[in-house]
């Protein structure tokens, strides 16, 4: 079967297409013909990494979505044909997190991901495709929508007549828009670009703010909302958007701390929090029991994930250098 892997060289990281031996699945396990895999910035930052720690043929990207096409002994809970999505956390069944889960992340330093046309995973790390998603749509669910489920969700309790703000529009934040949509709770979206900002109050946007435009966004959304500010915040930015949260958030709100996208720096000033009573959460995906719960919620909406573009299974270094990019407006999705 083809695949591609991560590899070191010349101190950089590089991915190279390969041929492989197809796995057999063990007893309780089955193998799924991946039909379609997506991207997430974690996967920048795994191959910008693997040519500092000299990783060596580890099959990328935690998401994917497919066909059951095998099935080891001892397993009852599918069977050939089942549409399947992997969960982002192979071991993270249910219940709370712990951090031996961190080790069994897909496409990870340590365990195989998604990128390769078959792949074998226990029975219990997967979940059922909702009947009215394709492949593509459903492979852009294990990270980026049980995320912002899990946080805003599951966690965060956002419901009818909360404030979210949601910063730039990845997937992760169009997943946060959507639910905020379907909820009936407000949506702030902050992003660079006013293209996308109008795409975005097509979805349910209703505060609209170009940071480029508005430097002090926290203070154009305070403003906003008559003083109140944002009962939820998805905090995806890291250092450089952090303290600008912390100033938006309400009184009781929740910053569901997420991404590191503007890279690692100075910690933020976090004594607002007692004063205003609010939480931050942090959230690492979530469980395959947090995986089936949002899948019920899409499957009961009608919701459709967001697909920015579809790149062919031999177009995968362009698929990491659109993401790269940041010009996405959503996932970016490889179908095989």
Known sequence: MKAYHLNSHAGA?????????????AEGEVRIQVEA????????????????????????LSDGAGVVDAIGANVAQWQIGDRVAASFFRDWISGPFKSSYVSSSL????????????????????????????????????????????????????????????????GVALFGLQF???????AIVISSSDEKLARARTMGGSILINYRDTPDWDAALMKATDGEGASHILELGGPGTYDR???????????????VLTGFGPKPDLARL????????????????HFTAMNRFL?????????????????????YAHLRSGSHFGKVVVEF
């Open 245 to 259: 949260s912390l100033r938006s958030v309400a009184s009781g709100g929740k910053i569901v701390q997420i991404g």
């Open 274 to 289: 007692q004063w205003e009573n609010a939480d931050i959460i942090g959230v690492t995906v979530g469980s395959v029991e």
């Open 107 to 170: 496409g990870g330093s340590t365990t195989d991901g998604m990128l390769a046309e078959y792949v074998v995973l226990p029975a219990t790390a997967l979940v059922a495709v909702p009947a009215h998603l394709s492949s593509v749509e459903a492979a852009t669910l294990p990270c980026a929508g049980v995320t912002a489920w899990h946080g805003l969700i599951t966690r965060g309790g956002m419901r009818k007549g909360d404030t979210l703000l949601v910063q730039g529009t990845g």
């Open 13 to 25: 990281g590089r991915l190279e297409p390969v041929d492989v031996s197809r796995p057999e699945p």
């Open 37 to 60: 895999a997506s991207l997430n910035y974690r996967d920048l930052i795994t191959l910008d990494r693997a040519g500092q720690t000299g990783l060596n043929d580890r099959v990328p």
């Open 180 to 186: 905020a949509a379907a909820l009936g709770a407000r």
């Open 299 to 319: 499957t009961d909406q009608a919701i459709h994930p967001i697909v920015d573009r579809i790149f062919g299974f031999e177009e995968v270094p362009e698929a």
